[in-house]
């Protein structure tokens, strides 16, 4: 079986040729524990991993010594709200985050929620974005931690950084970015943007799984309570002896990120247009979910109105990508993230996300716009709700039953 | 999800795609579902002097396993009287698609597009 036409990019990315040439000599040859300071194996993994950690800083702007090697965004998450919600618990117990963040966040802030905090849950705008005013509305003098994310995952808009940076400065709460999405993608400066913490990934941006790090600000300082206790690595914020040719690959895979972020991002903005005006132009009732402007290059979500979101999957099973439809879930609700949006439900279980990277190519791109055209338009003959919009009766008028 | 190879066939090569003249006495017209929960089915059967389903077509907003099961009915109720297709019960078409737990609403729905499609022809039948 020929596999599918991958435009699933949000979802993980493959690792870069480049980033797997540098890991390589870290499994056999050079294996060396750099927390062994009184050896050259271990010399050379530690001098190994400096590079890789001013590679990671380098990326967001940061200092080196600003980075913290996790297993991944979702422990970035757990570590960044859980640590600094527990270590600052004498000074308030409030935490802000809106209703359209990944789970590895709202989940943690469920948790704290069970341990005694208080969480508010910040809807958005239709566009996806937060609205200023209502974040600042939030804050409270108990509120210590504000997690808002920089691109969002399944509508990739991008969230008002600088902005809400300015106003967590303003108020002395925390800001926490998780920028799983975002690093690689937009240019982020934690100091101009006033971040104090920030979760990075490294399968989002063609490095290996496994593999992530957490920005914590030095000046002014953040603290926070470890979750991982032991050997006391990284400055006592996360035990574990560090995988060396994992970090190799995570650095390697951010300086290329770096340096070809501007042209990459021109092509891949090409590209998205190409689908978008491809799909549009030869379809009616579809529409894209998210603000069209402040979003990444790399992220198409639309609705299919009258076609349901699995079965056009179904449909067009030679491209692999993903749906905000109920019904890929086992929990049988549509999206949260396009429900908190205001999408209604019919049209968020007819969205399609489409994710294209570094390795989408112009005729992948021709291919799916004529392979999407097809299975919409015999999707749609199969379809009583738009056999009703052809007789000219909007179901949306109509009473249905709920079952 | 991996889908079963009779969901994908019916999906694939779906039976009796279309519509019939719903004004017809002769025909009863079930719609079930809702758009917000994901899933619509439209049945329509056509009833003979006989008292025989000699036509059903189907249009079905939904998922894979919804299409499947819409378009197995309509397969199903052909050539049964009104009361033997009134029998068939949502499990014969679960157990039939091998539909997962968590797609057995699919089969919910088809019965109950019978049902309301039978409905409609016999107000129709009192009407007239």
């Known amino acids: 079986m020929n596999k599918p036409i991958y435009m699933d990019y949000q979802a993980t990315t493959p690792v870069d040729p480049r980033v797997m040439e540098a890991m390589l000599p870290w499994f056999v040859e050079k294996f060396g524990n750099p927390a062994s300071r009184s050896h050259a194996y271990g010399w050379e993994a530690d001098e190994a991993i400096s590079l890789a950690r001013k590679q990671v800083a380098s990326i967001i702007k940061a200092d080196p010594r600003e980075i913290v090697f996790t297993s991944g965004a979702t422990e970035s998450d757990n570590l960044a709200i859980w640590g600094v919600a527990q270590f600052y618990r004498d000074k308030g117990n409030h935490i802000i985050t809106p209703t359209t963040e990944h789970k590895a966040v709202l989940d943690t802030c469920r948790h704290l929620e069970a341990e005694g905090f208080e969480v508010t849950y910040l809807p958005v705008q239709t566009n996806g974005l937060v609205d200023l005013k209502s974040l600042e509305d939030a804050i409270t003098p108990q509120t210590t931690l504000v997690s808002i994310m920089a691109v969002n995952n399944e509508m990739g808009v991008i969230q008002p950084l600088e902005a809400i940076g300015r106003l967590c400065r303003q108020k002395k709460v925390f800001f926490h970015c998780d920028a799983a999405q975002g690093v690689g993608k937009i240019p982020i400066d934690v100091n101009a943007m006033n971040i104090d913490l920030l979760s990075i990934s490294g399968h989002k941006l063609y490095g290996p799984k496994g593999i992530g790090a957490l920005y914590v600000r030095r000046q002014p300082r953040v603290r926070l309570k470890a979750i991982m206790h032991g050997g006391g690595h990284e400055r006592g914020m996360r035990s574990g002896t560090l995988p060396t040719p994992l970090l190799v690959g995570l650095g390697e895979a951010c300086r290329i990120s770096e340096e070809e972020m501007a042209q990459e991002n021109t092509r891949l903005l090409a590209l998205r247009e190409r689908l978008r005006h491809g799909i549009m132009s030869q379809l009616t009732h579809v529409s894209l979910n998210g603000d069209p402007e402040a979003r990444v290059a790399g992220n198409l979500n639309i609705s299919f109105g009258y076609v349901e979101g699995e079965s056009l999957m179904m449909a067009i099973k030679e491209v692999a990508v993903s749906s905000g439809s109920a019904c890929t879930s086992a929990s049988l609700e549509p999206s949260y993230v396009l429900r908190a949006m205001g999408v209604n439900e019919e049209m968020a279980h007819t969205s399609i996300r489409f994710g294209i990277g570094r390795f989408t190519t112009e005729a992948e791109v021709d291919h799916v716009i004529r392979i999407v055209v097809n299975a919409v338009n015999k999707l749609r003959d199969m379809s009583p709700l738009w056999e009703m919009i052809q007789e000219g009766i909007d179901p949306q008028t109509l009473q249905w039953a709920a079952h | ?128």
């Open chain 2, 1 to 128: 999800m991996a889908y079963n190879e009779k969901v994908l066939d019916h999906y694939e090569n779906p039976r009796n795609v279309g519509s019939l003249d719903k004004q017809d006495a002769q025909v009863g017209t079930g719609m079930v579902g809702a758009p917000a929960c994901g899933d619509v089915m439209k049945l329509q059967i056509r009833v003979n002097e006989n008292g025989v389903i000699d036509d059903a077509k189907f249009k079905t907003f939904g998922c894979g396993s919804a299409i499947a099961a819409s378009s197995l009915v309509t397969e199903w109720v052909k050539g049964k009287t009104i009361d033997e297709a009134l029998a068939i019960k949502n499990q014969e078409i679960a157990d039939e698609l091998a539909l997962p737990p968590v797609k057995i609403h699919c089969s919910v729905l088809a019965e109950d597009a019978i049902k309301s499609a039978v409905a409609d022809y016999r107000s129709k039948q009192k009407g007239a």
